[in-house]
């Protein structure tokens, strides 16, 4: 697969958008870990440490986009790019926009998974 081709409901975004979404993923994987590691050695409240669910989420769907070439945003939206970052086409076909609108639940329900994984592994964590 390329990663240069709009693909539906696989590929809607090109190599710009995928730096992007890693810088995104690496920006929340550094907040993430900065604001677990303040929660567990500073703060004593648990309840606290499910604020860690909002960098976790960024961090998620950063990566998760990234890895699967798809914006879901873009997915919702109808649209793709493969151009400069942040220059849209719209997406034509409705059996096409239907197919990236179920790629982009896909993500987001792994990205709503793995940010409540990461949370849970905070919150459990002993202090």
């Known amino acids: 697969m390329s990663a240069q081709e709009y693909i539906p409901g696989t590929c809607n975004i ?7 979404r890693q ?3 690496l920006i929340g994987a550094i907040a993430t870990i ?33 890895r699967r ?7 919702f939206m109808g649209a793709f790019n493969f151009g400069k970052a942040g220059t849209l086409s719209k ?12 790629t982009a ?7 709503l998974i793995l940010a409540i994984a990461i949370t849970g592994i905070v919150y459990f964590w002993p202090a």
Do not use: H, N, Y
Request: glycine content about 6%; charged content about 20%.
């Open 69 to 75: 070439k798809f914006c879901l945003a873009f997915g």
């Open 91 to 102: 997406v034509q076909s409705e059996e096409d926009k239907a197919a990236d609108r179920s």
């Open 34 to 66: 900065a604001w677990a590691i303040f929660l567990i050695l500073k703060v004593d409240s648990r309840a606290l440490r499910f604020s860690t669910f909002i960098p976790g989420m960024i961090f998620a769907v950063g990566w998760i986009q990234s």
């Open 14 to 20: 090109g190599k710009s958008e995928i730096k992007r």
């Open 23 to 25: 810088s995104v993923a």
């Open 105 to 111: 639940l896909s993500i987001l329900s792994q990205a």
